[in-house]
């Protein structure tokens, strides 16, 4: 069996906790481990390789995630822009062979019964040696309005329905024979392309013309952006599964949540005595029911009185404060900061690169202050801007920097200057860590404005 974790999404609905250069899938939510991690090792149980799909912003990020749970036998397939899970899923399976069973799992959900999830895969696979399009159905644990549904009798779909209204959705609960849509799907890679290709012609030709076009390295699969625009968007259920003759359903109870609002993460996290998911950094006077969450680099108190029912969402640069009962209204939030054009939904408080990490101190009218970590062995890109200068301080270890023709070796507590305009890389050859401040000064500072000339990483402008 190979796993195929589709990593693509944004997690909007989880902001600000989530952002577009680290989404929730990535997030250490839950211990030691994200979900994405937390996903790749159950299923490494059961699995032989695995297949991710992702955009290329996060490929870095996923890779570096797999490497700290020790996990081999990868490979990547990026895509420069979403086109919803039909696209993702078929990409993939056009690089197996026919007969190679797929297990399709989204890297953003939450398992928490192992054990019934093993049992329910092993059916599913079942399922699938003999033809079948396999998805997981989740027995409900009451009527949610927010899921889709599957009516099944027995291990046979009838049909497929929408997310309910809250009587509607009662009546399913009732009813007995409706599972919630988890999303987990199982089958043989060429039943699904053929299925496909039977439904969905045109976007089928689409990605079989996109995979014969794509750039090939190693393990590693990168989608052209003009042939990844060619595919129509769509999801697997309109696209085959609600279409198809061959769906099959494994009813399971596995401990399965989305977390697709605060509310539902509420559920999920441990909680004190009155209620209050637990933060150690919490000081409560008669408060009950929140959600409490705080940054976790950050020694700053989040004390509250008579509150209940209530979400605090403390991070760095940004504090979401709101009833639980809102938790949906997050999404109508993202899309009024997308109007401003807010930086706030794409930049986390530290941003994982393929040669290190960046943290944003401080920043102001015509400047910007950066923490920058360079692993050893690694180097940024030969790059330059147009609107800002910059100052870097070594504070450990040595740069090798290049600023124009001259390369300079800069230690710990001294500072080299580079124009705007100046082609420069910073470079760390040594066996520590390299750790510099960076002080921006400009008209713009913005993450947009860099010119790449060469990049070890393969990284466009």
Same mark, same amino acid.
């Given at each position: 069996?190979?796993?195929?974790?589709?990593?693509?999404?944004?997690?909007?609905?989880?902001?600000?906790?989530?952002?577009?250069?680290?989404?929730?899938?990535?997030?250490?939510?839950?211990?030691?481990?994200?979900?994405?991690?937390?996903?790749?090792?159950?299923?490494?149980?059961?699995?032989?390789?695995?297949?991710?799909?992702?955009?290329?912003?996060?490929?870095?990020?996923?890779?570096?995630?797999?490497?700290?749970?020790?996990?081999?036998?990868?490979?990547?397939?990026?895509?420069?822009?979403?086109?919803?899970?039909?696209?993702?899923?078929?990409?993939?399976?056009?690089?197996?062979?026919?007969?190679? %069973?797929?297990?399709?799992?989204?890297?953003?959900?939450?398992?928490?019964?192992?054990?019934?999830?093993?049992?329910?895969?092993?059916?599913?696979?079942?399922?699938?040696?003999?033809? &079948?399009?396999?998805?997981?159905?989740?027995?409900?644990?009451?009527?949610?309005?927010?899921?889709?549904?599957?009516?099944?009798?027995?291990?046979?779909?009838?049909?497929?329905?929408?997310?309910?209204?809250?009587?509607?959705?009662?009546?399913?609960?009732?009813?007995?024979?409706?599972?919630?849509?988890?999303?987990?799907?199982?089958?043989?890679?060429?039943?699904?392309?053929?299925?496909? #290709?039977?439904?969905?012609?045109?976007?089928? &030709?689409?990605?079989?013309?996109?995979?014969?076009?794509?750039?090939?390295?190693?393990?590693?699969?990168?989608? *052209?952006?003009?042939?990844?625009?060619?595919?129509?968007?769509?999801?697997?259920?309109?696209?085959?599964?609600?279409?198809?003759?061959?769906?099959?359903?494994?009813?399971?109870?596995?401990?399965?949540?989305?977390?697709?609002?605060?509310?539902?993460?509420?559920?999920?996290?441990?909680?004190? %005595?009155?209620? #209050?998911?637990?933060?150690? *950094?919490?000081?409560?006077? &008669?408060?009950?029911?929140?959600?409490?969450?705080?940054?976790?680099?950050?020694?700053?108190?989040?004390?509250?009185?008579?509150?209940?029912?209530?979400?605090?969402?403390?991070?760095?640069?940004?504090?979401?404060?709101?009833?639980?009962?809102?938790?949906?209204?997050?999404?109508?939030?993202?899309?009024?900061?997308?109007?401003?054009?807010?930086?706030?939904?794409?930049?986390?408080?530290?941003?994982?690169?393929?040669?290190?990490?960046?943290?944003?101190?401080?920043?102001?009218?015509?400047?910007?202050?950066?923490?920058?970590?360079? &692993?050893?062995?690694?180097?940024?890109?030969?790059?330059?801007?147009?609107?800002?200068?910059?100052?870097?301080?070594?504070?450990?270890?040595?740069?090798?920097?290049?600023?124009?023709?001259?390369?300079?070796?800069?230690?710990? #507590?001294?500072? %080299?200057?580079?124009?705007?305009?100046?082609? *420069?890389?910073?470079?760390?050859?040594?066996?520590?860590?390299?750790?510099?401040?960076?002080?921006?000064?400009?008209?713009? #500072?913005?993450?947009?404005?860099?010119?790449?000339?060469?990049?070890?990483?393969?990284?466009?402008?």
């Amino acid at each position: 069996m190979i796993n195929l974790i589709l990593c693509g999404g944004a997690g909007t609905r989880l902001w600000p906790i989530s952002r577009t250069l680290l989404p929730k899938q990535f997030v250490k939510i839950f211990g030691d481990h994200s979900l994405f991690q937390r996903i790749a090792i159950v299923n490494g149980g059961f699995c032989s390789k695995q297949c991710i799909v992702s955009n290329a912003e996060q490929y870095f990020l996923a890779r570096e995630q797999l490497q700290a749970i020790s996990l081999d036998k990868t490979s990547f397939m990026l895509e420069p822009i979403g086109r919803n899970t039909a696209p993702a899923i078929a990409l993939a399976c056009l690089d197996l062979s026919p007969n190679d %069973i797929v297990l399709v799992s989204p890297s953003d959900h939450l398992i928490r019964d192992a054990e019934s999830y093993s049992k329910a895969v092993k059916r599913a696979g079942e399922l699938a040696e003999l033809g &079948n399009l396999v998805t997981f159905g989740l027995k409900p644990a009451g009527p949610e309005t927010g899921y889709g549904y599957i009516e099944a009798s027995g291990e046979s779909v009838k049909r497929f329905v929408e997310k309910p209204d809250l009587e509607t959705a009662k009546k399913y609960i009732a009813d007995g024979n409706f599972y919630w849509n988890s999303g987990i799907f199982c089958f043989k890679a060429g039943v699904f392309l053929s299925e496909l #290709n039977e439904y969905a012609p045109a976007m089928f &030709n689409a990605c079989k013309e996109a995979r014969q076009k794509a750039a090939t390295e190693d393990s590693l699969v990168r989608i *052209h952006h003009e042939d990844m625009m060619n595919i129509p968007s769509d999801s697997i259920d309109y696209a085959v599964m609600e279409k198809s003759k061959k769906v099959s359903v494994v009813p399971c109870s596995i401990g399965w949540s989305d977390l697709g609002s605060f509310e539902s993460l509420y559920k999920e996290l441990p909680h004190d %005595i009155e209620g #209050n998911t637990e933060y150690h *950094h919490h000081t409560s006077i &008669n408060s009950k029911n929140c959600l409490i969450m705080g940054n976790p680099t950050s020694n700053r108190e989040i004390a509250t009185i008579d509150l209940e029912n209530m979400m605090i969402v403390d991070t760095i640069d940004a504090l979401l404060v709101a009833p639980l009962s809102s938790s949906q209204k997050v999404k109508k939030l993202v899309d009024s900061l997308k109007e401003k054009h807010s930086d706030l939904l794409h930049t986390p408080q530290t941003v994982i690169r393929p040669w290190g990490t960046y943290e944003v101190i401080d920043e102001g009218e015509r400047f910007k202050v950066k923490c920058i970590c360079v &692993n050893p062995g690694e180097r940024l890109s030969l790059q330059k801007h147009m609107h800002r200068s910059e100052h870097w301080v070594v504070v450990s270890g040595m740069a090798t920097a290049t600023i124009g023709e001259e390369t300079a070796y800069v230690r710990p #507590n001294e500072s %080299i200057y580079i124009s705007a305009g100046t082609l *420069h890389r910073l470079q760390n050859e040594g066996i520590m860590p390299l750790i510099i401040i960076e002080v921006q000064v400009g008209e713009y #500072n913005g993450e947009d404005d860099i010119i790449r000339m060469d990049d070890d990483y393969k990284r466009h402008k």
